[in-house]
């Protein structure tokens, strides 16, 4: 009895010893101005919202806000009638496993996808795609390169959100989309313009189903997901994934994937990019570039590979900070100086000073954990 006594309290003992270190860990970060903010913006954030931050190897900051407004209620109720989906299902509270679109975050993952091709030597960001898709030769874009693809750079004239989906929305193949996107006209010389799209990254996807003989949402699965046990993201499992905004997923499963990025390809010891192709991504190529069309939600911002350059960098210097934003209010980014990486996951299309608020967002996390 008394062996058994003494082994418990050895126990315990060792329970309170890794409780007061997790409590040393935490409480040197001093996040009151992030909850405030996190709070008074939740309104405008679409009343649920969640936000989470790794530094040195753990998670130092989980936070889930939940309020929604009537007038938010009102309009899930709507969207429940629309998808047939419950009343509960549409307005449950949101948590770091509440898998939704991410919209314009996608362009991240989908970027990484074509750097593994990069990496494997099967790719080269100087390829033009006219080498494996002849219908862009035919109709006279086939001198795009890769690197066009995944900085917005193709030249191609693209128009509104509706119009950018409509080549996934109304094509059963990837043939047929890369079809309808050959034939759309030219509005400047390749890798001159920046236009902001979907355009380039579908065309990527398309590059890469040929060279890999697998369709993208398997390819993403074997070489992004499953590697950074991002679980719940997927694509939507359709024959024409939207490349550029279709993905869904969770707040847990996205700071995956950005650990893996500032861990310069690496995630849990496994390589999934080299340092090379993070580094090539994080590159500002629209220095020079005439600007057709950019988000407000960007400022002014630079663009590399499938992701924003935060910093404004002008040359092939690597960004101190990028992000990947989305239409739908989500919040992704890496800050390489300060060597974290956040996610804000929420679900709002109002974007009125969202480029400003976001911004604030990050100066009190980084103040956070400069002065801990």
Known sequence: MAYNTHKYCLYCSILLFFMLIYQVSTAQYKFDKV????????PELGGRAVL????????????????????????GNMMARRTGKSREEVLKDYDINSKILIASCS??????LVMTFIDEGKLKLTDTIGKFLPVMSVNGKGNISIRDCLAHLTGIKSGNLKESREFTANSKTMDEA?????????????????????????????????????????????????????????????????????????????????QMILHNGEFNGKRVLSKGAIEAMQQNYTANAK?????????????GLGEWIMDGVKDKTRSKAVSSPGLFGSFPWVDNERQYAAV??????????????YTLLKELIDNAITNN
């Open 35 to 42: 909850n405030n903010w996190l709070k008074e913006n939740l």
């Open 52 to 75: 989470m931050i790794y530094k040195d190897g753990k998670i130092i900051y989980t936070q889930q806000e939940n309020d929604l407004t009537k007038a938010q209620e009102m309009t």
């Open 107 to 112: 362009k991240w993952l989908s970027a990484a």
């Open 178 to 258: 890369m079809a309808m996107i050959a034939s759309k006209p030219m509005e400047s010389v390749p890798g001159t313009a920046f236009h902001y799209s979907s355009i380039g990254l579908q065309i990527a996807a398309a590059v890469i189903e040929k060279i890999g003989q697998k369709n993208f949402e398997t390819l993403f699965q074997e070489r992004i997901a499953k590697p950074c046990s991002m679980l719940n993201t997927d694509f939507g499992y359709k024959p024409v994934p939207l490349a550029a905004g279709g993905a869904r997923s969770t707040a847990a499963d996205y700071l995956n994937f950005l």
């Open 291 to 303: 600007i057709i069309f950019s988000p407000a939600e960007a400022g002014n911002w630079g663009y």
């Open 344 to 357: 804000l996951f929420t679900f709002n299309i109002k974007n009125k000073g969202r480029h400003k608020k």
